[in-house]
């Protein structure tokens, strides 16, 4: 197979243009607007063959960051380049929730294959300002970890991590689903406000995964800094906070976990997310190698890894919408992760696995972790990341 140009048919074959900017479409029908991490997936893979492509990715992607009000700052996990967003949301043009940022992250990348130092710079004040809104908004204890308030947020909308903190016990699809757009409604009723609705008995979760991911992005950002002149140490400091912050109240005796509510509640979940503590930098030696060894367990290192539930828990469901299945975007940033403790062979290992799973069933959106049957989507966008895999391998 030839993966560059397999990848850029895909990529192209999704790409729009709307109001003078360019963007890729996660999937056309099914995801026509642009998502946020999404984006950031493809302007890693696009740097392999059109930097152009993804440097303008990231600048529509931060298009509609918010401009005024009390989320100044905050990057809409939806901007609706069509209209259409008061479906669902306030605002016609973007949705009112963000997700994982991983902006920093795919800017610095990019500009390591296709420098740019102007377009770099353009990407840096909105950055701080995203970070900054973090910090502001959906900190209310102050202890470094962010706060989600909503499911859609982690980019793991319906996975069984979020059932008790979403009030549901053993949901049909339809029945998450419906609580995931009620949700909205009570954001809304209380103008997304993380003080308020952390008193609520509703979806308030510090996630590992996304505070890990968080940390990546602020170290992104203090190297971004440092190239552009500008203060790298604040953002240093703050990658580091959220670092020390993740190793001590997430990563317990009984396994990594994620805070539910004012009071913290850990709910230590059989999920993958545990692996993202590696991409995040936010474990020490040992502790990755606690890591390692349940990654290769039966339990994650199924036929096709990484599946992203245990697959011994009662809740796997390999076929069902994030309850099971092999997802490109987790995998690669637990490829990332585990190359960054030093974990080569099994980084490589890990690529050329997810390269026979899409070599195998196509570029579905995500993936059956025992018999690699495709779901979603047959064209997925996020799924290209496979050539930045094989190609960072080399
Ligand atoms: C689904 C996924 C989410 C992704 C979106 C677009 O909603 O759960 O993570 O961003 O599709 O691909």
Redesign the pocket.
Known sequence: MNWQEACADVLRGNQITSKGFRYTR?APHV?EQQ?L??SCFHAVVYRWFDPEMAWDELASVVHAQVQTGADTGMIPHMTYWQGGGTVLWREDTHSDIT?PPLIATAAHLVHAKAPDTERLRGLYAPLCAYHDWFARRRDPDQDGLVMLLHPWES?W?ASPRWDVPMGLNKPTNEASKAARHALVKTLHAHDMDAVRLQALDVFAVEPSDFNAIRAADLEALADIAALLGEDSTRWREEAQRVQQAVREKLVRADGVCDLMGADETPLVSPSAAQFVLLFGGCVTQAQAEQLVLRLQSADFWTRYPVSTVASTHPDFDPSSY?RGNVWLSVNWLIWRGLKRYGYDSMAQELAARTAELVERHGFHEYFNAVTGEGYGPALQS?TTLILDMLNEGQ
Do not use: A, F, L, S
Request: hydrophobic share 40%; glycine share 10%; charged share 20%.
């Open positions: 996660p995801y998502w991490w999404d997700q980019g909308d994030w996020w």
